[in-house]
């Protein structure tokens, strides 16, 4: 699944990572439920149930990653045979010719 505020990183070539931290046995279930239920609709509102220690643990996770990325001494690079590489890895590697 991409994130749906992911595609214009996509298309510059830029890879990402998503986090899901379950919640249970039953986390996978909950969160494919919520993702085509309530994401991004009128119910997606401060009126439904967050579970706050749960986003506590998943920030913190989200930052252990991108913090151990941003510590790697080489740029994240696409898979070979990546579907969004092999879409999109050309137009990043070209900017990183233009704008080392």
């Given at each position: 699944m991409v994130h749906t505020s992911r595609p214009i990183l996509l298309r510059a070539g830029w890879s990402s990572v998503s986090v899901f931290i379950r919640n249970g046995a039953d986390g996978g279930d909950?969160?494919?439920?919520w993702l085509?239920?309530?994401?991004?609709?009128?119910?997606d509102n401060m009126e439904q149930p967050l579970y706050f220690d749960t986003a506590v643990r998943a920030a913190g996770v989200e930052f252990l990653?991108?913090?151990?990325?941003?510590?790697q001494q080489q740029r994240p690079?696409?898979?070979?045979?990546?579907?969004?590489?092999?879409?999109?890895?050309?137009?990043?590697?070209?900017a990183d010719k233009t704008n080392p």
């Open positions: 909950v969160v494919r439920k085509t239920t309530r994401y991004r609709t009128p119910l990653v991108g913090y151990s990325v941003a510590l690079a696409w898979n070979k045979g990546d579907f969004f590489g092999d879409m999109f890895a050309k137009k990043r590697n070209n």
